[in-house]
């Protein structure tokens, strides 16, 4: 019988504590076969299961253009992140995906991408950014505006340093509500419009229509034309 | 609701082709039962008709209007075990399991519930093919019996369909004034079990009771509740909360209803081994969009009765081309604050 409910299973190969109760798991298959034939979209997601406790759901947080391994990036809210937060390196976890819908980052080969994420939101983002930075020769200019409700909140904090000593990357600083005195610097890109970003991203988790519609009127009021903002 | 909605009578020419005897539904329960199968009928249980697995003609209930469950429940349990783990120090062994699909009767199912399964199926072979459900699916034969009385509850003619509907049905009977039915096979699966029963059965002329047919719900205009949704404008409206305020998220009315699928898949047993299992779950609890961010897009109770109503009369004809609520009426007569559904189908028909 087909049992499409079926995980496979994968080791912990590194833990990365990202932001209090955040952390990032990057995961190789037991299965060395399926280490060279897995594939993904860059926008898709998976079940990951801690074995006792279930499974949650979580974006693939890695880029497809990286190979032999998947990330991902998780809150710890309840029952099975909680478990999934209690596992170590070398732990072997199940994922079952991949799932939904992706981004169609091939169509946007030659045109400039403003990249727009909040919070917990990023990892999802951030498989997009890496798809492009990959593959930096085919786009044209690159804007990442990121922002967190505290600089604690901020995940993948050595990439944004990375993204923001990039000179191939516009550079709008992480923001924070508080202007925590950790971030030197001040973002370029206005607050209210990183405000709109967390909007953004509570719509991408949630899919309720209502939401994104702040970040997308915002978007047509700077120029952008509808059909070129993607979710 | 219109009492008056109870009177309409229906007369109809059957075009049966054979015709069942009161006395010879136990045969065909023991005819089923000798082949290995389950016959699935309304029966009492706690004081309640509802859907189960019996073995004689005497536990079969006779009278209902409906059962309380939906026969659903024996293609997409409400509970069911996908993989069994154990773990040690090392490595986690996991094995995946056989879908339990034995031969299946659902007999004295109605026909509105029946219409019920084209969403169900589309829902599971989507994308990916549930063969838990398929499966079971696959191996039942769905014995629908036109309704000769029905309550202030039900309303198949608001939503397009009638006791003579046949959507979703193997075999088709319909009531006989001396107790026993007229037989119809319409699916070659319900063909064969006729042919594979044929000596439980007979032939000849019987007489036929009217069917009972409830008066369609006044004010209730499908197209328009349609092109309402479409439009999420509707999403802020105040009337949401006005209309489902008083619904307590008990979820009843998700888990009595033929149509609603929705699942969630937890973990049972101990730190060495356990089982994975596939669990119903309802989207009028709180905790159903919960965000990990502690957002919840569907905060309010309203909120997620506008998605129980929007999946059924928008997601549901929209992306499968099938019926999201069937008018069975479960979910008003077992809501505890009286919600009742078609109001809300008469507000959006304004
Ligand atoms: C498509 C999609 C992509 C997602 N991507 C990500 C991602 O990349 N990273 C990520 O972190 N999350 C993501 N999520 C959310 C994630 O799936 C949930 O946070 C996770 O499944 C919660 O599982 P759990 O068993 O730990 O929580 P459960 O125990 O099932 O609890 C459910 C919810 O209840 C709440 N809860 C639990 N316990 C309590 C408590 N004591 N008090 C108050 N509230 C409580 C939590 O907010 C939790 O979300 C995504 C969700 C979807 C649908
Ligand atoms: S919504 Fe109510 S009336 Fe419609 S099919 Fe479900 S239980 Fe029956
Ligand atoms: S049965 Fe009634 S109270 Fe319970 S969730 Fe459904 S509408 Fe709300």
Known sequence: MDNIYLPYLAKIEEIRDEAPDVRSFKLVFEDPALRDSFEFKTGQFGLYSAFGLGESTFCIASSPTRKGYIQCTFRRTGRVTGGLAQLSVGDTMGFRGPYGNWFPVDDWKGKDIVFIAGGICLPTVRSVIWNVLDRRQHFGNITIVYGARTVADLVYKDELKGWDERSDITPSRPWTPARDPGMEGQGRVRADRIGRGRAFCEEHGGRDLHISKFVLNSLLKLGFDEGSVYT | ?350
Not at chain 2, 181 to 187: A, I, M
């Open chain 2, 1 to 350: 609701m219109n009492p008056a909605r109870l009177s309409g009578r229906m007369k109809t020419v059957s075009m049966a082709d054979r015709t069942l005897k009161k006395e010879d539904l136990g045969k065909l329960i023991d005819s089923v039962r000798a082949k290995g199968g389950r016959f699935v009928a309304p029966a009492l249980l706690a004081r309640q008709v509802v859907f189960r697995s019996v073995k004689s003609a005497e536990e079969v209930a006779t009278g209902y209007i409906l059962a309380r469950n939906s026969f659903k429940e024996f293609l997409f349990p409400q509970t069911e075990v996908i993989a069994e783990f154990s773990m040690n120090k090392d490595s986690v062994g996991l094995k995946g399991v056989e879908v339990d699909a034995p031969e299946t009767v659902v007999f004295g199912a109605r026909p509105c519930e029946a219409a019920s399964l084209k969403g169900l199926r589309t829902l599971f072979t989507w994308d990916f093919v549930d063969e838990f459900y398929t499966k079971r699916e696959d191996k039942t034969v769905v014995i629908t019996v036109g309704c000769t009385s029905g309550d202030e509850a039900c309303f198949c003619t608001t939503v397009d369909l009638s006791p003579e509907s046949t959507e979703g049905a193997d075999v088709y009977l319909r009531e006989t004034e001396d107790n026993g039915y007229t037989v119809k096979g319409l699916t070659e699966k319900g063909k064969k079990f006729l042919d594979t029963h044929d000596a439980v059965f007979t032939s000849g002329a019987a007489k036929e009771r009217p069917l009972f047919k409830p008066e369609t719900v006044p004010a209730v205009d499908l197209k328009r509740v349609s092109e309402r949704l479409k439009d999420r404008a509707h999403y802020d409206d105040p009337v949401w909360a006005k209309l489902t305020m008083k619904c307590i998220g008990c979820g009843a009315c998700t888990f009595v209803c033929p149509t609603c699928r929705c699942f969630d898949i937890t973990d049972e047993g101990t730190a060495f081994e356990g089982e994975r299992r596939k669990n119903w779950d309802s989207c009028q609890y709180d905790a159903f969009t919960l965000h990990a961010s502690g957002h919840n897009p569907r905060e309010h109770q309203p909120q997620r009765w506008r998605n129980r109503f929007m999946c059924k009369f928008n997601f549901y004809p929209e992306k499968f081309s099938s019926k999201g609520c069937v008018g069975c009426g479960r979910c008003i007569r077992v809501c505890p604050v009286r919600l009742d559904i078609t109001e809300v189908m008469q507000e959006f028909s304004k």
